[in-house]
Structures are given as structure tokens and as C-alpha cells.
């Protein structure tokens, strides 16, 4: 924990007359002490031997107000004990305070996920994104940043010229206004699988009616637009993901025609023969790319780059895109560019992730191809409720917690194959195990009728908990700085395990009264961090199960 770091690094700085910074001070593996310091920078700095001057240094500390014991190991590490009362006190201090230590900072940052296409519905790609989007907005929001979460949805461009085109020539209003995604759905693929090219150059006509403003193909674009917005709604509900706004490329439509002119007259774009503009990146690394048809269409690429503008232009420092890693490309042009127009005093970063899949066979869609987002959690929700020997009052929170989970314990980068078992499974690295490991906590609880209170010495499974809970604030500064959930996942599995191990060897009620309130206070706050864990995951937090 950061206090407790930083009076260890005054205390070396003054005894080794060197500057060392909280920073430098690391948590060791429980058996080996509370914290760590290794002497060899400071050695280097001064011209001593490490090891002679860690031994030198650790008597002169064990005088400390904080320090209980110094060990020596190895080529020159300093382990520490410190005193158990100072550091249960600190830790209090911490979890007890309901920022945990975080201090809000003067930063604006924007965080953009999820991003449905008009017409179509949200697919397995976007389960993995909604998890992240929506926990990484949790996160930044927890340590300090004033976070504006943005759905921007992909709502402009040739494809909808296509499916407007394909409602006037077989939709019918009827069916449209029963089932408004499933009919606008059906005729997407309908004009893939049999328009032909007479087809295909109408639909280009009806797209360039929308840009033109023309009044029948505004109000078709403005009705498919509501009924895409109002059909994800439902599932963002259903997922418990709230959004401070809702824009899309349209927003930034004319913005994007400057973009392209002010790039001409720049020398950023040039013009082909056709009358199409690209960009020449110069570059092995970046193709040419267009970014502006023969026809007079932009592309996303131009409109992406007048939406940094917009929101540079809007104060925020930080404009983060939660987008799966075969984009990458796409994000290392729009930053080169943005660079190129001077689009400076934002800070733009690509949150990138792997991709999801299912194991083969174990699931298919019940409407064509492309397995739906919905379809994912109705799946988790059914498998949930027939956990063998479990009776899962819950199943909807446990089965959404569970593909939260499964999406977030894997660090960003990597794959996901889904196991529905593993991902259900209540006693291993899981969302139900954190759920019901908190849920048996809570039950303890409710058994008693006294209130927690650190007092008499601590058992070692007592400790261990102890000095485990401390780390919660650490855990998520380190989720905020790498954009990264898991480390807040991963941490609330290894909390879960060792407040087990402490629940199977400290029993809580009945025993001395000390004894009693001690372990009663550790079960507050591990509620208290578990909690807060889960909510930062989007995982819904439970009282019974």
C-alpha cells in the first residue's frame, strides 16, 4: 500500500543516504516478508558491495517505529516484517475510505466501446468489448478521471444506403414495426445474398440521397438508426453497461468533407486520376489508403480523424478506443495522421484485445451465421441454472458474472476459447466462485451480532487475508496505468482463495471474544474490497446464491 511504501522509502532514504522512491519498494511472496527492498541500486550509486550493505542497513532499521524485522537474502534484498498493529492501522485507514486513497485528477479522458452497426445486431465480437469497455470505464472513473463513455455507433457509410434500398424494394412496415432488428437484420442479408449489380447501383443512389439530406432516405436512416439504439439498449441493461452518450459517424459527416479538403490543400491527401484521394503514408509499415471514393464518399478513417478533432476540440486528455486487435492498422494510420494534422493536445490511444471464440460445437446460432450477442447470454443464464448439485437462485447475475469474468481474468492481448465448464465452475478461477465466495462471507456476517475490531496479535491465515486485502488499491492502479482488468480479475481470485484458506482454518463465531471481533473485521473488509472488485469487473455483487 502506498503509505506504508512510502514511510519505508524515507526511512531507507535516510539510512542509506541515497534517494529512493516508493516505487522501488516491491511486495514479496508472502513467506518471504512484507515488503521488499533490493539494496543493489543503491550499492551501485554508493560503491559498496549489496550484500554487506543490506546487512549493514538492516540492524540500523529494525530501530524503526514501523519495522518488527529485516532479513538479508540473496545477493542483497532487504525483506520486511513490519510492526502488525502500525500496518493493520494503515491498512484501515485505506479500505475504509471510500475512495481507497484515490485522489480525483484534472483529467478528461473519453472511453469509446461497443459501437454497433445500424441495422444489424451485436454479435460474439462484442462480448468481449462490452466487458472491457465497460470495466475499464469503471476503473478510470474509481481512480480519479472525470470519464465520459461514448457509444459511438457505426451509422454512415455505403452499407446503409444498402439495407434502405433493400426495405423499400422487399421490406414491409408491418414487420418492422413487430420486430424491428430482425426484419431491418433479414434484409442486410437479403441484399448480399441475391441483389445484383442493378441493385447494387441503386443502393450506391440511396446512399448518396442520405448525405444529400434527401427527406424519404433521412427518415428511413433516422428510423433504422432509433431502432438499432433502442434494440441494444435492452442489452446493455440486461449487461448492466450505462453510457453518458450515445453519437456516431453521422455526427461527424461534414466535418469529415473538411478533413479531406483541408488535407488536399495541405499536401496530407492527393487526388487520383478517378477522383478518389488517399493518403501516402511513405511508409513499409502503412499502405496507401483512401480516404475518399470516386463517388464523394468518405471513409471511417476521414471521419475518425474529425473525431479527434471534435474531441480534442471538447478538452478531453485522453480518448480511448476499445477495439479488438484487427485494427490494429487501422489505429496506427489514424494516429499518424491525426499527428500530421496537428491533432496534438489529445492523447488518442488504441486499447486493443484479442479475439473470442467457442469451443467447437458448443453452441451454434439459431439465426444464421453469425452467433448473437444475446444468444451468449441466454447461454450462460441456462448453463448457470444447471450447475450440477447447485441450486442457482441467481442464474441470470451468475451467468452474466461468468462471461464477465471469462472476458476479463485473460490479459488484453490474448485469445479466448470459451469453456463453458471452466466458466462456470463454482470452485475454481471463476465469476461464480468470487460471487459465492463473497456471498459466504456476507452469510457470516449475518450471523453475528457484533461488530469487527482489529485487537489482540495475528494468526498467520489471519495475516495473510490481512496483508492480501491491502493490495486491493494497488491492484487497481496497476489495472488504470496498463488499461488492464485482469490484473483487478486475477487479484480477486487470489483474494477469494485466501480468504477460503482463512474460512476453512479461523472459525469465526463462538470463539473468543477478541479472537471473535478480529476475524469478524476481516470478513467486513474483505466484503468491502470484494465488493468494490466485483463492481469494478461489472460483475453484479449477490447476497445469497
Given at each position: 500500500?502506498?503509505?506504508?511504501?512510502?514511510?519505508?522509502?524515507?526511512?531507507?532514504?535516510?539510512?542509506?543516504?541515497?534517494?529512493?522512491?516508493?516505487?522501488?519498494?516491491?511486495r514479496p511472496e508472502p513467506e518471504h516478508g512484507d515488503f521488499a527492498y533490493p539494496v543493489m541500486q543503491a550499492a551501485s550509486e554508493l560503491g559498496e558491495n549489496p550484500r554487506q550493505l543490506a546487512e549493514e542497513t538492516a540492524g540500523e532499521l529494525e530501530s524503526s517505529d514501523i519495522v518488527n524485522s529485516v532479513d538479508v537474502a540473496g545477493p542483497g534484498y532487504l525483506n520486511f516484517n513490519l510492526k502488525q498493529k502500525i500496518f493493520a492501522e494503515r491498512i484501515l485507514e485505506v479500505l475504509e475510505d471510500d475512495s481507497f486513497g484515490f485522489e480525483e485528477k484534472d483529467e478528461k479522458a473519453l472511453v469509446e466501446f461497443s459501437c454497433p452497426n445500424l441495422a444489424k445486431p451485436m454479435h460474439?465480437?462484442?462480448?468481449?468489448?462490452?466487458?472491457?469497455?465497460d470495466s475499464l470505464q469503471r476503473i478510470m472513473r474509481f481512480v480519479g478521471y472525470d470519464v465520459t463513455s461514448e457509444n459511438y455507433i457505426g451509422d454512415w457509410g455505403t452499407k446503409h444506403g444498402q439495407v434502405i434500398y433493400a426495405y423499400r424494394k422487399w421490406g414491409s412496415k408491418e414487420e418492422f414495426d413487430e420486430k424491428p432488428m430482425e426484419h431491418m437484420y433479414s434484409l442486410y442479408v437479403k441484399f448480399h445474398d441475391e441483389a445484383d449489380e442493378?441493385?447494387?447501383?441503386?443502393?450506391?443512389?440511396?446512399?448518396?440521397?442520405?448525405?444529400?439530406?434527401?427527406?424519404?432516405?433521412?427518415?428511413?436512416?433516422?428510423?433504422?438508426?432509433?431502432?438499432t439504439i433502442d434494440y441494444s439498449q435492452e442489452e446493455y441493461e440486461r449487461m448492466g453497461i450505462e453510457f453518458d452518450r450515445v453519437t456516431g459517424e453521422s455526427v461527424v459527416a461534414d466535418e469529415a468533407q473538411k478533413v479531406v479538403d483541408e488535407g488536399l490543400e495541405q499536401g496530407v491527401f492527393e487526388e487520383d486520376e478517378d477522383g478518389s484521394v488517399y493518403v501516402d503514408f511513405e511508409s513499409e509499415k502503412f499502405p496507401s489508403t483512401v480516404v475518399k471514393r470516386d463517388d464523394g464518399a468518405t471513409l471511417y478513417l476521414t471521419r475518425d480523424v474529425a473525431n479527434i478533432r471534435k474531441r480534442e476540440r471538447e478538452g478531453f486528455d485522453y480518448n480511448f478506443y476499445i477495439v479488438a486487435n484487427e485494427q490494429d492498422l487501422h489505429f496506427q494510420q489514424l494516429f499518424d495522421l491525426a499527428g500530421r494534422f496537428g491533432i496534438t493536445d489529445i492523447h488518442s490511444e488504441h486499447i486493443s484485445y484479442g479475439m473470442l471464440r467457442l469451443q467447437e460445437g458448443s453452441m451454434s446460432s439459431s439465426k444464421g451465421n453469425v452467433i448473437r450477442l444475446s444468444e451468449i447470454l441466454d447461454k450462460a443464464v441456462e448453463k448457470a441454472s444447471e450447475v450440477e448439485h447447485r441450486d442457482v437462485n441467481n442464474a441470470e447475475e451468475v451467468g452474466l458474472g461468468a462471461v464477465k469474468y471469462a472476458n476479463l481474468s485473460v490479459s488484453r492481448p490474448k485469445d479466448i476459447e470459451f469453456d463453458w465448464?471452466?466458466?462456470?465452475?463454482?470452485e475454481g478461477d471463476s465469476g461464480p466462485y468470487l460471487q459465492y465466495t463473497n456471498v459466504r462471507a456476507k452469510s457470516i456476517l449475518r450471523e453475528s451480532d457484533k461488530e469487527g475490531e482489529l485487537s489482540g496479535e495475528f494468526e498467520k491465515e489471519e495475516y495473510r487475508l490481512l496483508k492480501k486485502l491491502s493490495q486491493f488499491p494497488e491492484k487497481v492502479g496497476e489495472a488504470a496505468r496498463g488499461r488492464e482488468p485482469a490484473k483487478i480479475a486475477n487479484y480477486l481470485s487470489e483474494l477469494c482463495e485466501e480468504f477460503n484458506s482463512f474460512y476453512h482454518s479461523c472459525q469465526v463465531i463462538g470463539v473468543e471474544e477478541k479472537t471473535e471481533k478480529r476475524r469478524l473485521k476481516l470478513v467486513e473488509e474483505f466484503v468491502n474490497v470484494s465488493d468494490e472488485g466485483l463492481e469494478l469487473l461489472g460483475i453484479e455483487p449477490l447476497e445469497d446464491m
Open positions: 500500500m502506498k503509505e506504508v511504501k512510502k514511510d519505508l522509502a524515507e526511512v531507507l532514504s535516510e539510512k542509506l543516504g541515497v534517494e529512493i522512491s516508493e516505487d522501488d519498494i516491491e460474439i465480437g462484442h462480448v468481449r468489448n462490452n466487458c472491457i469497455g442493378e441493385d447494387k447501383k441503386k443502393a450506391r443512389e440511396w446512399s448518396k440521397k442520405i448525405e444529400e439530406g434527401d427527406e424519404e432516405a433521412v427518415r428511413i436512416w433516422n428510423m433504422f438508426r432509433e431502432a465448464d471452466e466458466v462456470l465452475d463454482f
